[in-house]
């Protein structure tokens, strides 16, 4: 079973960069990374995937060691709205793999601050 | 137009009844998950359809179950309600393999349930 653990919460400050660390020491060889935002009342929603080095898209960068044993989510010059939690997931993506990759656990509650 | 629905948003009941909550969703996707979270925002998985059939199904009582009409749609009924059922459910769906990110899930907006 791929146990994640995160940080249960943190605090940043608007326009500031915000890096959220996941620990994943028994990740598969067929695994990715996942992760996740929500926001409250709503559901989670898809943040970036990653399987190894760096992925970046238009809302945040993913950096994973060659180890894959770990991997930071990195959110720049966050704002009031980025206040949310963030999962981190680690699983065969597909579903058929188990619940492995299904596992939101608890999450990292993310507070910005003006 | 919403990706993916659930009906109704919140459900407050007594104890021993029974309740359906149903999602639809209009993404194609073919599998569909249900979630519960929390009061403590625990997010779990319940199960999981791929295709109308159960593929996964994590250590829920029997008295929670998913009906899968097509590949749209995944209702949950849940018989004999119980103070401990109170959460969020969360409908969700995505498509093996399926788009650029793997297995990407789309999730409803939840019902709240509350059982008195």
């Known amino acids: 079973l791929a146990k994640t653990t995160q940080p249960i919460s943190m605090d940043s400050y608007e326009g500031q960069e915000v890096n959220i660390t996941c620990s994943h020491n028994n990740i598969a060889t067929n695994d990715y990374i996942t992760w996740y935002q929500q926001f409250p009342s709503q559901g989670p929603r898809f943040i970036i995937q990653?399987?190894?080095t760096k992925v970046t898209n238009e809302v945040a960068s993913l950096f994973i060691p060659a180890d894959r044993k770990s991997s930071t989510l990195s959110l720049p010059r966050v704002s009031l709205s980025d206040t949310a939690v963030y999962y981190c997931?680690?699983?065969?993506?597909?579903?058929?793999?188990?619940?492995?990759?299904?596992?939101f656990g608890k999450g990292t509650h993310l507070i910005i601050q003006p | 137009d919403t990706a993916v629905s659930q009906t109704p948003k919140y459900l407050v009941t007594q104890m021993g009844n029974d309740k359906s909550i149903k999602c639809e969703q209009n993404l194609g996707h073919d599998t569909m998950y249900w979630y519960k979270q929390d009061s403590k925002k625990f997010l779990k998985i319940m199960f999981s359809y791929n295709n109308k059939e159960l593929i996964i199904n994590e250590t829920v009582p029997n008295r929670f179950s998913p009906k899968s009409p097509d590949k749209a749609h995944l209702n949950l009924h849940i018989n004999s309600l119980e103070l401990g059922d109170s959460a969020v459910y969360f409908c969700a769906s995505s498509q093996r393999g399926g788009g650029n990110n793997l297995n990407e899930q789309f999730f409803g907006p939840g019902t709240r349930l509350t059982v008195l």
């Open positions: 990653g399987y190894k």
């Open positions: 997931l680690v699983g065969d993506t597909y579903s058929g793999g188990g619940a492995d990759g299904l596992t």
